[in-house]
């Protein structure tokens, strides 16, 4: 939910209109959540949960037997971004078949996370992942997002988070 | 000029309105935690500790019961009051509910609506606000967690104008979770907006009165009559102070009622809290096509704003109310309401019941609401709209041996099943 949130506040830091909700069941630790997120340019009015999403950001892969996570994508423009150390090709090959090239991404946001973070938080890192991905945000964006919700020590380290994961993606889709 | 600068906040409803709260500068705020109201009373909380919110008493309690007897205490003590709560915990305190309005106390309480158990369920509809049609508070709807933060301002003014106790009613999770862009009003306009709160009649040890006695018959009708008489003067109060708030703030929240392309419809849909922007979506969508419908958003509840309903309708002939709970053993809620408005007008009216639970309501069910209505299939005053008979009959085909057809089920397929098994 963090993550929809922070997606939202980005974008509401760039001037869109925003919005972010979960999907209300029992939220707990380690159990399956779903988070929704809409930018528009004008206000969002709509209340209802999102069925046909133009990106997917997994940020668990263990996801990817468990639930059909990629239900309702877009499939003449979607994107999706996968959390895992993997590549596109080994983790979902018939998504890649599925979508316009380099429209499935995977990046190891977790892994990032520890390393600047110390915890396994990838969000900042997906958003990154989005931002260089898509272009609908930019970096900075992701990176004051965090700045504003945890200033300080956890904000700046998400920040480095988002900054490694915004170039490695950029290296991949330069290759 | 970005966002920041304009005064604007991405934030959560819950923390939209306990910011409104804070701004409306209460004296007492008492809290007991229930989902999906509680990040409300905690971002108040934390308001109070750190000392943005000051001189104001911030009480935990150990039960909804004791928050309502809280609230009735220090709003009779003389201090602007607030709470909070949903569901079961709204129930919990009904007692007290019904003395707060009985005393005349202009408590503001937000219900962060959702459904009532068994079975258990968290999340929203409208059967624990609409369970308390009758106790005497006002009940104002929100579509919106922008709709939510004005109307909460504006409830402490109504509140203590008309001398009665308000239900502030936004969508538990659907609203109060959501992250949206917000404009708080700054403090100075608040204050412009509303004043220090000074109650006419109030518990003081100095100058001792009594309130709540008891009475008897000789006068009880005639209490009661003054009390229905407040509620009548509230429909211009809550007009009066929206205007009040929106010439100060430059809002377009509150009201009685607000209409959305309703300008020559032939179908007019009346909805209440978050579904109406879902819907105003899939009407601008149908609009396109040159298919016009209009959007009737009914915000005040109690009062019932019968006149201003009637008007809206205007001659409008086909109406249907998307309800988020109904009458057991009876049917709608709100359609009865619409059909005393509209009384020897010749308005063709039905309920759409909707969205109980939690099921969400998509801009789909909408255009399926308003493609059934114009195909003329609402024949009755009550319909199961999104109901799912396969769910259904996999229960009633074991234990009763039938089963219901898909889609919209009419009051009285439900009432031919029955006599179908008693055959």
């Known amino acids: 939910m963090t993550t929809a949130e922070m997606l939202s506040l980005s974008a509401f830091l760039e001037g869109h209109f925003a919005q972010a909700f979960p999907s209300f069941g029992s939220e707990r630790t380690g159990a399956p959540v779903v988070a929704y997120a809409r930018i528009d340019d004008k206000e969002v009015r709509t209340h209802e949960p999102i069925r046909e999403p133009d990106v997917v950001l997994v940020q668990d892969r263990t996801l990817l037997s468990a639930v059909d996570v990629f239900g309702g994508l877009k499939k003449d423009n979607g994107f999706v971004v996968i959390n895992t150390e993997e590549t596109p090709e080994q983790v979902a090959p018939e998504l890649v078949k599925s979508l316009p090239q380099g429209h499935v991404l995977t990046l190891p946001a977790t892994r990032f996370a520890m390393e600047k973070l110390g915890a396994p938080r990838p969000g900042a890192a997906m958003l990154a992942a989005l931002a260089a991905a898509t272009g609908v945000l930019k970096l900075e964006s992701v990176q004051q997002s965090f700045q504003t919700r945890y200033p300080g020590k956890v904000g700046d380290a998400n920040a480095e988070t988002a900054k490694l994961a915004y170039d490695f993606v950029i290296e991949q889709k330069n290759k | ?423």
């Open chain 2, 1 to 423: 000029m970005d966002n920041n600068q304009k005064g604007l906040e991405q934030i959560e409803g819950s923390l939209g309105v306990a910011k409104a709260v804070a701004l409306a500068r209460p004296g007492v705020v008492c809290a007991y935690p229930i989902s999906p109201q509680t990040h409300i009373v905690e971002n108040v909380g934390k308001f109070v500790k750190g000392g943005a919110l000051k001189n104001c008493e911030f009480l935990n309690v150990e039960s909804e019961f004791s928050a309502m007897s809280v609230a009735i205490g220090s709003s009779a003590g003389g201090a602007r009051t607030y709470t909070a709560t949903a569901s079961q915990g709204l129930l919990y305190m009904v007692e007290g509910i019904y003395n707060a309005s009985g005393l005349g106390l202009p408590i503001v309480m937000t219900v962060a609506s959702r459904a009532i158990g068994a079975p258990i369920n968290i999340w929203n509809d409208h059967s624990d606000s609409l369970s308390q049609r009758d106790s005497g508070w006002l009940q104002l709807f929100c579509e919106s967690n922008q709709d939510a933060v004005d109307t909460h301002i504006m409830a402490f003014k109504i509140a203590e104008t008309v001398g009665l106790p308000v239900m502030v009613c936004m969508d538990g999770f659907v609203l109060t979770h959501a992250f949206e862009r917000l404009q708080l009003p700054s403090q100075e306009q608040v204050d412009a907006f509303l004043p220090e709160y000074q109650p006419r009649e109030f518990l003081d040890p100095k100058e001792p009165i009594s309130m709540g006695a008891m009475v008897d018959p000789d006068a009880f009708t005639e209490v009661r009559f003054l009390q229905q008489r407040k509620m009548v003067k509230a429909l211009d109060v809550i007009e009066k102070v929206t205007k009040e708030y929106r010439e100060i703030t430059g809002s377009k929240s509150g009201g009685l009622l607000d209409c959305y392309n309703c300008d020559g419809a032939d179908l007019k849909l009346i909805i209440l809290g978050s579904t109406v922007g879902t819907a105003k979506d899939a009407i601008d969508e149908l609009q396109a096509q040159g298919n016009k419908v209009g959007i009737i958003s009914l915000k005040s509840f109690r009062p019932f704003p019968y006149e201003a309903l009637r008007a809206a309708i205007g001659d409008t002939k086909n109406v249907v109310v998307v309800e988020r709970a109904f009458s057991f053993g009876a049917r709608g809620i709100i359609a009865p309401e619409v059909e005393r408005a509209c009384k020897g007008m010749g308005t063709h009216i039905s309920t759409a019941l909707c969205g109980l639970g939690g099921r969400a309501i998509y801009g789909t069910t909408i255009k399926d609401v308003v493609a059934y209505a114009q195909a003329g299939k609402f024949q009755e005053e009550f319909t199961w709209f999104d109901i799912n008979s396969a769910v259904l009959n996999r229960y009633l085909k074991d234990s009763e041996g039938i089963t219901l057809p898909d889609g919209p089920l009419a009051e009285s397929q439900l009432c031919e099943s029955v006599r179908k098994v008693l055959a």
